[in-house]
């Protein structure tokens, strides 16, 4: 399988139809093996990683539409590995067995479109959006189907949120990138399927930045040149519940340190069959006391408080 190495982690590649990929990653996450990236921690690993940037991803924020309505479905708390039940049911109708229309799955009459709400799920309307287009950066840093993507505190609840920092970040960096290694002044586009009275559900992905770095719910789910990412953080434990927060918890510390920094906790914390050989893992204050001198002015209690939901595990 192929893999890419990012900061200790394994983002494995998993390429064909989406329609056999997902059920198989959905099992793979009950089983607590890993996650299947959002499209934010997809664009997230892009700033870090040219492998990530150079490939195109489909990713578990999914996307429905009816008519003028965009469900944007977030498919986790931010800090949390745990779907949300509308993803998570979002996530199993993408099967080999589902009827597809306009390439994507038919949500049918109001029963399944219905479903798709509660925690995690955002209604847009089309009129108003810039879509079908490349953007500038004002326009992707104003743009509220983007912005709710990527978990912007003005547009989602608290606890899907990042800041509005880490958010900036992941935008500015992206034009950045495309800037110096493209040449380009425009990008971050948001392509959605044409409109349709008909409520079909899809998976956001996102384009390599040499296509520049857009996002699109249109692609055939049927299609075999799909890609599914899945972050696979070691090896599976019993209880996965506390697995997946732990995935969680790691994620959230991405999302504050770079790279190195975050090697330097993953040393803290040492391998897992090492860990089991000691009467106790290392504590909050002792990892803290470790990488301190790494991160800079990253502020302390929220490093504290992603540690601690680790220790605890």
């Known amino acids: 399988m192929d893999k890419i190495q990012l900061g200790g982690r394994a983002i494995e590649k998993h390429y064909g139809r989406n329609v056999d990929t997902a059920p198989a990653l959905l099992e793979r996450w009950k089983k607590g093996e890993g996650v299947i990236p959002s499209e934010a921690d997809i664009r997230l690993y892009g700033t870090r990683s040219k492998d990530v940037r150079d490939i195109y991803f489909d990713t578990s924020t999914l996307s429905a539409t009816k008519g003028e309505d965009i469900k944007v479905i977030l498919p986790y708390e931010t800090g949390s590995g745990k779907l949300t039940d509308a993803a998570e049911f979002g996530l199993s109708l993408i099967n080999p067995n589902g009827r597809l229309v306009n390439y994507g799955v038919d949500l049918g009459g109001d029963e399944r479109w219905g479903k798709l709400e509660g925690r995690g799920v955002y209604t847009l309307q089309r009129k108003g959006l810039i879509l079908n287009k490349d953007l500038t ?77 857009g996002s699109n719910a249109g692609a055939n789910l049927d299609s075999g040149s799909g890609r599914f990412a899945f972050d696979s953080v070691g090896d599976a434990m019993n209880d996965t519940s506390s697995y997946n927060e732990a995935i969680g918890q790691l994620l959230r510390l991405e999302e504050m340190l770079q790279i190195d920094q975050i090697d330097q906790i993953r040393k803290a914390l040492d391998e897992r069959g090492q860990l089991e050989e000691r009467p106790s893992g290392p504590t909050t204050d002792q990892i803290y006391s470790a990488i301190r001198e790494y991160i800079g002015s990253v502020n302390e209690n929220d490093v504290r408080k992603a540690i601690d939901g680790l220790t605890k595990q």
């Open 137 to 213: 950066k004002t326009e992707a840093m104003n743009h509220e189907l983007l912005l709710t993507k990527l978990g912007h505190p003005d547009h989602v609840d608290e606890k899907f949120a990042r800041s509005k920092d880490e958010v900036a970040k992941i935008i500015g960096e992206t034009f950045e990138l495309g800037k110096s290694e493209h040449g380009y002044d425009t990008m971050m586009g948001q392509y959605l399927p044409d409109v349709s009275n008909k409520g079909v559900l899809k998976a956001w992905f996102v384009y390599r930045l040499v296509n520049r770095a």
